[in-house]
């Protein structure tokens, strides 16, 4: 009997100690290291294959949408295309009074997918590597105003940079700008990240499988770790029909960039919710300068005066965007947008035109088209405008993977359409396809008046000043600029009624933001 009651008093005892210990606990902790109601579930998507997954040559939609998912920005840009400290991996930022000497202060703590803790040798390796032209990435023209990146401690960067730069900021939330690994020595298989989801499995022809990181950075309001979703999987459908049907019969639970003409298919079933948002994505109808037959501005006029813009955004969209002023600054940029008369369609115009150029009988053009809506209905609907005005256009089609692919294509074709995604403001789509030395100058237009307004307007202080220098350049392009834009189309995304907290965004459509989405218990 004593034994009995020696024992029991001990185990008592053991139980007074741990209830003890229980009580010394911070909440807060305890619900941090828990998992929230909104935990749990794979979000599958649909989407044509990457192209590539090193984030510094990164080129496609499907390219860009999965680069956020295993990597963060030291800057990120919001819904709004303005900073997002809270989302951003520097914790503080601040520049001197002529905008050259940007400093940062990176969170502490940060770990990559391996454990290894970020820190400022990450950041400087990460932004060297993308303005080393050695490197040849495509922001090498976006960040060559950097002078020098130094990181005196290892939570801190300096950026110095030759001109002023207000906007540096957003330039510093491209999305080829996600943080790397300086350690890593093969960027194009190992996808070292800090972002939210992990690269569990990369089938190039079928699909991409993402895990959920459970050291990620990030918290809820709540103090519960971020991601909700235990993970993702990105399933590769070339065919956007294809994609529309895998989200009405369950496979799939969103899609990007919705095409249009599936919008009243969705919006008409309680099942489903359509997402829609202004932006300054645009499908640029260019033609290739440097050689003929639009290296003549008369041609390149003809060709303007021959398109009705309105008729293609009612035909190929919908009608759901606004109509182009054939320049890339769309009316998303607010002030800096010049706000002109839609152009008047005149077919004897540019008949007159062709006939000053040489071309009195029309000529005949190679247009290369990608397969991907709504492109080809662009094409389509473009071929018929143009036979009035005597061009005759035979249209090319190839998958954006050949179109994006090893040979360069839609930077070698005389006349082609691409996609161009929105940016946090107009100075990169200026810097990396439209300047005499841009990286993707694809029209390979070269107007010395054009990069002088440029560099200017990237370094220009004054807001009315950088206003006026815009409007100027939007002028050059619309008197002969080498691109017709038709129209600017508004981001969709389709999705089913389970999945909450998605935010449409007017910047990259892309740039959903993954890590606060849940489903509906």
């Given at each position: 009997?004593?034994?009995?009651?020696?024992?029991?008093?001990i185990?008592?005892?053991?139980?007074?100690?741990?209830?003890?210990?229980?009580?010394d606990?911070?909440?807060?902790e305890?619900?941090?290291?828990?998992?929230?109601?909104?935990?749990?579930?794979?979000l599958?998507?649909a989407?044509?294959a990457p192209t590539?997954?090193d984030?510094?040559?990164l080129?496609?939609?499907p390219d860009d949408h999965?680069g956020?998912?295993?990597?963060?920005?030291?800057v990120?840009?919001?819904?709004?295309?303005?900073?997002?400290?809270?989302r951003s991996v520097a914790?503080?930022?601040?520049?001197?009074?002529t905008a050259?000497?940007?400093?940062?202060?990176l969170?502490?703590?940060?770990?990559?997918?391996?454990?290894k803790?970020m820190?400022?040798?990450?950041?400087k390796f990460t932004?060297?590597r993308?303005?080393?032209?050695?490197?040849?990435?495509?922001?090498?023209?976006l960040?060559e105003n950097i002078?020098?990146?130094?990181a005196?401690?290892?939570?801190?960067?300096?950026f110095?940079?030759?001109?002023s730069?207000v906007?540096f900021?957003?330039?510093?939330?491209?999305?080829h700008a996600?943080?790397?690994?300086?350690d890593?020595e093969?960027?194009?298989t190992?996808?070292?990240?800090?972002?939210p989801?992990m690269i569990?499995?990369y089938?190039?022809?079928?699909?991409i499988i993402f895990?959920?990181n459970?050291?990620?950075?990030?918290t809820?309001d709540?103090?519960?770790p971020?991601?909700?979703?235990d993970g993702?999987?990105?399933?590769?459908?070339?065919?956007s029909?294809?994609q529309?049907e895998?989200?009405?019969g369950?496979?799939?639970?969103y899609?990007l960039y919705?095409?249009?003409?599936?919008?009243?298919?969705?919006e008409e079933d309680?099942?489903?919710?359509?997402?829609?948002?202004?932006?300054?994505?645009?499908?640029v109808?260019?033609m290739?300068?440097?050689r003929a037959?639009?290296d003549?501005?008369?041609v390149?006029?003809?060709?303007k005066?021959g398109t009705?813009?309105?008729?293609?955004?009612e035909a190929?969209?919908g009608g759901l965007?606004?109509t182009g002023?054939?320049?890339?600054?769309g009316?998303a940029?607010?002030?800096?947008?010049l706000?002109?008369?839609e152009p008047?369609?005149d077919?004897?115009r540019a008949?007159?035109?062709?006939a000053?150029?040489?071309?009195?009988?029309?000529l005949?053009?190679?247009l290369?088209t990608?397969e991907?809506?709504p492109?080809?209905?662009?094409?389509?609907?473009w071929?018929?405008?143009?036979?009035?005005?005597g061009?005759?256009?035979?249209?090319?089609?190839?998958?954006s993977?050949?179109?994006?692919?090893?040979d360069d294509?839609w930077?070698?074709?005389d006349?082609a359409i691409?996609?161009w995604?929105p940016?946090?403001?107009p100075?990169p789509?200026l810097a990396q396809?439209?300047?005499?030395?841009?990286?993707?100058?694809?029209?390979?237009?070269?107007?010395?008046?054009l990069d002088?307004l440029?560099r200017?307007a990237?370094s220009?202080l004054?807001?009315?000043?950088r206003?006026?220098l815009?409007?100027?350049?939007q002028?050059?392009?619309i008197?002969?600029g080498?691109?017709?834009?038709?129209?600017?189309v508004?981001?969709?995304?389709g999705?089913?009624?389970?999945?909450?907290n998605?935010q449409?965004t007017s910047?990259?459509?892309t740039?959903?933001d993954?890590?606060?989405?849940?489903f509906e218990?």
């Amino acid at each position: 009997m004593f034994k009995k009651i020696t024992l029991l008093l001990i185990l008592l005892l053991a139980a007074a100690l741990l209830l003890s210990g229980c009580g010394d606990t911070d909440p807060a902790e305890d619900a941090a290291e828990a998992l929230s109601p909104r935990h749990g579930g794979v979000l599958r998507n649909a989407y044509y294959a990457p192209t590539n997954l090193d984030p510094a040559f990164l080129g496609t939609i499907p390219d860009d949408h999965i680069g956020r998912q295993w990597s963060d920005f030291l800057v990120y840009i919001d819904e709004e295309n303005q900073p997002d400290i809270n989302r951003s991996v520097a914790e503080h930022w601040e520049s001197d009074d002529t905008a050259k000497v940007w400093t940062f202060k990176l969170r502490e703590g940060i770990l990559f997918h391996d454990g290894k803790e970020m820190t400022s040798i990450d950041v400087k390796f990460t932004f060297d590597r993308l303005r080393d032209p050695d490197v040849g990435a495509a922001t090498v023209g976006l960040y060559e105003n950097i002078e020098e990146i130094t990181a005196p401690d290892e939570y801190t960067v300096v950026f110095r940079l030759a001109e002023s730069n207000v906007d540096f900021l957003l330039d510093l939330g491209d999305y080829h700008a996600l943080i790397m690994d300086a350690d890593n020595e093969n960027f194009a298989t190992n996808w070292n990240g800090t972002g939210p989801f992990m690269i569990e499995r990369y089938e190039p022809e079928d699909r991409i499988i993402f895990t959920r990181n459970p050291n990620y950075w990030m918290t809820d309001d709540d103090g519960y770790p971020l991601p909700y979703l235990d993970g993702l999987e990105f399933i590769f459908l070339s065919d956007s029909s294809a994609q529309v049907e895998a989200l009405r019969g369950g496979q799939v639970d969103y899609l990007l960039y919705l095409p249009t003409e599936f919008v009243p298919l969705l919006e008409e079933d309680p099942d489903f919710v359509v997402y829609q948002k202004p932006s300054n994505l645009s499908y640029v109808l260019r033609m290739r300068s440097d050689r003929a037959p639009a290296d003549d501005v008369r041609v390149r006029q003809a060709l303007k005066a021959g398109t009705d813009r309105a008729a293609i955004l009612e035909a190929a969209v919908g009608g759901l965007g606004t109509t182009g002023r054939d320049t890339p600054i769309g009316p998303a940029y607010g002030d800096f947008y010049l706000d002109v008369p839609e152009p008047e369609r005149d077919v004897e115009r540019a008949k007159e035109l062709l006939a000053e150029a040489g071309y009195p009988d029309g000529l005949d053009i190679v247009l290369t088209t990608q397969e991907v809506s709504p492109v080809p209905a662009i094409a389509t609907i473009w071929q018929e405008q143009m036979k009035e005005i005597g061009v005759n256009v035979e249209i090319q089609l190839v998958p954006s993977e050949v179109y994006y692919g090893a040979d360069d294509m839609w930077l070698e074709a005389d006349f082609a359409i691409t996609d161009w995604a929105p940016r946090p403001s107009p100075q990169p789509y200026l810097a990396q396809a439209y300047m005499c030395d841009a990286p993707w100058n694809e029209s390979h237009w070269c107007d010395p008046e054009l990069d002088e307004l440029a560099r200017a307007a990237g370094s220009e202080l004054d807001y009315e000043e950088r206003v006026r220098l815009y409007h100027e350049i939007q002028e050059v392009f619309i008197e002969r600029g080498p691109v017709i834009i038709p129209f600017f189309v508004n981001n969709l995304w389709g999705a089913h009624v389970s999945l909450k907290n998605l935010q449409p965004t007017s910047a990259v459509g892309t740039s959903l933001d993954l890590r606060t989405v849940y489903f509906e218990q």
